[in-house]
């Protein structure tokens, strides 16, 4: 899952928000100087890493964009999900996206000196770009793919992976929805 799904599990806990955002920019098990909410936070984003990797939705979605895609099939899938969440998160939430967005970007901000110097950088681009609420529709997902080739700097425009998509929409979105319903069992604790 990637961004919008990590702080979405993060069961509107502030610590667990913030080490869920910055998990992916710290590396190891070197969680010396963060607080214990962080800690877990971090440890939570893995898990959910891993559950995703290893669930059988998720790895019959990348199989999708195999042909073109293969070597990024894991990101377009984690991004497309959080597409497919977005674009129906009051199905998922009680607070409208907006709202949330707002909510949790304001987390981070507040939080911003927990945040590694990379994550902080890509916290202005969330912010000034609205990526979360952006993530609810085609362009929007569209523009991050195209942000993201440029970041990665493999010669692969992900952007064009939106007809592929487009093309498989009724099965992705099938896909992500058996996916969902057992992440949200496994993850959400009300």
Known sequence: MNYLAHAYLS????????G???ADHVRGNVLDGYPAGIVEGIKLHRKIDTFTDEH?????????????????SGILVDIYFDYFLAKDF??????????FSKNVYSVYTENIGYLPETSARFLSYVIKNNIYESYGNIE???QVLFHLSHRIKHGVALQDSVKVLNEKLPEM?????????????EFIHD
Not at 90 to 99: A, R, Y
């Open 20 to 22: 869920n955002f910055i």
């Open 56 to 72: 059988p939705m998720f790895r019959k979605s990348k199989r999708i964009f195999y042909d073109d895609f293969e070597k990024h």
């Open 90 to 99: 009051n199905s998922h939430s009680n607070t409208p996206l907006k709202e």
């Open 140 to 142: 929007g997902i569209s």
């Open 173 to 185: 979105q099938a896909n992500f929805d058996a996916f969902f319903k057992d992440l949200k069992a």
């Open 11 to 18: 069961n509107n806990n502030n610590d667990l928000l913030i």
